[in-house]
T-cell receptor, first 112, second 112 residues
Framework: DGGITQSPKYLFRKEGQNVTLSCEQN?????MYWYRQDPGQGLRLIYY???????QKGDIAEGYSVSREKKESFPLTVTSAQKNPTAFYLC???????????FGSGTRLTVV | GQNIDQPTEMTATEGAIVQINCTYQ??????LFWYQQHAGEAPTFLSY????GLEEKGRFSSFLSRSKGYSYLLLKELQMKDSASYLC?????????????FGKGTMLLVSP
């Protein structure tokens, strides 16, 4: 079955460390997205990519970086410059009849 | 920019009907989505509206008025499993790229 896989499900990071969240899809979708979700804040767009080797900043890109070397993969790096990284991170890809989003199961990142 | 408003919380009784409203302000409107999200899980697609009117899908219906910047999600014959957060999202065509902007979500609690 096609879908989006995010790993790990839970991630703990020490202050000052970079950490990379994985997102892989086998839906053959061109566009992929990273959102951050905080309590009471809804989903906020971090980065998105329409095609391989191209990506754009979303509303809250500071302290994050991405790459899109393969169509299937869109990893997100949370750098030490991100001052408040504890959140639930959701990856999505776009395709299908209405070009809606399919979401991965999310990664919950906690800074310890 | 975009502004999407929906109520923070709603309560209803099992078997009842509930309507969750969403108002939005955006340029380049290109569709409105409703997603359901259970705690700690990924959002799942419920409905899509791009033209004015009502879309019905089983117990769930969604309505759109583009001139009023207004949508609602109608849930009938409520079940306990419908307790979840409901996210309204607007698709905007900005510089040729398609992104979704989400409201903060409406937490629905269904009681026996």
């Amino acid at each position: 079955d096609g879908g989006i896989t995010q790993s790990p499900k839970y991630l703990f990071r020490k202050e000052g460390q970079n950490v990379t969240l994985s997102c892989e899809q086998n839906l053959n979708h061109d566009a992929m997205y990273w959102y951050r979700q905080d309590p009471g804040q809804g989903l906020r767009l971090i980065y998105y990519s329409q095609i391989v080797n191209d990506f754009q900043k979303g509303d809250i890109a500071e302290g994050y970086s991405v790459s899109r070397e393969k169509k299937e993969s869109f990893p997100l790096t949370v750098t030490s410059a991100q001052k408040n990284p504890t959140a639930f991170y959701l990856c999505a890809s776009r395709g299908g009849t209405n070009y809606g989003y399919t979401f991965g199961s999310g990664t919950r990142l906690t800074v310890v | 920019g975009q502004n999407i408003d929906q109520p923070t919380e709603m309560t209803a009784t099992e078997g009842a009907i509930v309507q969750i409203n969403c108002t939005y302000q955006t340029s380049g409107f290109n569709g409105l989505f409703w997603y359901q999200q259970h705690a700690g899980e990924a959002p799942t697609f419920l409905s899509y509206n791009v033209l004015d009117g009502l879309e019905e899908k089983g117990r769930f219906s969604s309505f759109l008025s583009r001139s009023k910047g207004y949508s609602y999600l109608l849930l009938k014959e409520l079940q306990m499993k419908d307790s979840a957060s409901y996210l309204c999202a607007v698709r905007d065509l900005n510089s040729g790229y398609s992104t979704l902007t989400f409201g903060k979500g409406t937490m629905l609690l269904v009681s026996p």
